[in-house]
């Protein structure tokens, strides 16, 4: 059975950093992409970026590069999201996804995670 | 890259057919058949319902099927049950270099 299991919910301040993560099991990890997708409180989803574990191929979307790093640990499985310097606007839940195939084209994940809860506030 | 654009809100009675659009331009959803649709139920993760325009992923109702007309994709939901009640979101494939983005969101009611 495909699972991504991600890491629970974390309360920070900001400025301070956090690296999330996001374990896949029951299929080959390093042969499907791995999508970041942020949903604000009571908002819509938006895609962050995403990695092919593989070979650590990374795309980001314009409106998150240079705000959070991706990346991967395939000797684990693991995929990850780390932001350097949290800021109250970064307040979501975070959700991972595996992508329905190799294939670079499309945002069709078809596996989640059940998504990890992000606050900042001082 | 701005967001596709999704009605916030649709209703339908249980029974009837509905249809949620989503529009996006001749650099998304009218340049590629890479459209995605998403069921997303309160605190619930998104749940795939449609991908590459029109095809369901096993296990996903035959109640559901998705088309595309230029640069508008629809989602279609027949037969609709308590069960369909939910947020709706689409998605599509944007080039190499920006890879895609997701619809605002659809409301559906089933009243």
């Known amino acids: 059975e495909v699972q991504l299991v991600q890491s629970g919910a974390e309360v920070k301040k900001p400025e301070e950093s956090l690296k999330i993560s996001c374990k896949g099991s029951g299929y080959s990890f390093t042969n499907y992409w791995i999508g970041w997708v942020r949903q604000m409180p009571g908002k819509g989803l938006e895609w962050m970026g995403m990695i092919y574990p593989g070979d650590s191929d990374i795309r980001y979307s314009l409106s998150f590069q240079g705000q959070v790093t991706i990346s991967a640990d395939k000797s684990i499985s693991t995929a990850y999201l780390q932001w350097s310097s949290l800021k109250a606007s970064d307040t979501a839940m975070y959700y991972c996804a595996r992508k329905i195939n190799a294939q670079l084209a499309g945002l069709n994940f078809d596996y989640w995670g059940q998504g990890t809860l992000v606050t900042v506030s001082s | 890259q701005s967001a596709l654009t999704q009605p916030a809100s649709v209703s339908g009675s249980p029974g009837q057919s509905i249809t949620i659009s989503c529009t996006g331009t001749?650099?998304?959803?009218?340049?590629?058949?890479?459209v995605s649709w998403y069921q997303q139920y309160p605190g619930k993760a998104p749940k795939l319902m449609i991908y590459d325009v029109s095809n369901r992923p096993s296990g996903v109702s035959n109640r559901f099927s998705g088309s595309k007309s230029d640069n508008t994709a629809s989602l279609t939901i027949s037969g609709l049950q308590a069960e369909d009640e939910a947020d709706y979101y689409c998605s599509s494939y944007t080039g190499s270099s920006t890879l895609g983005v997701f619809g605002t969101g659809t409301k559906v009611t089933v009243l």
């Open positions: 001749s650099r998304d959803v009218g340049a590629y058949n890479y």
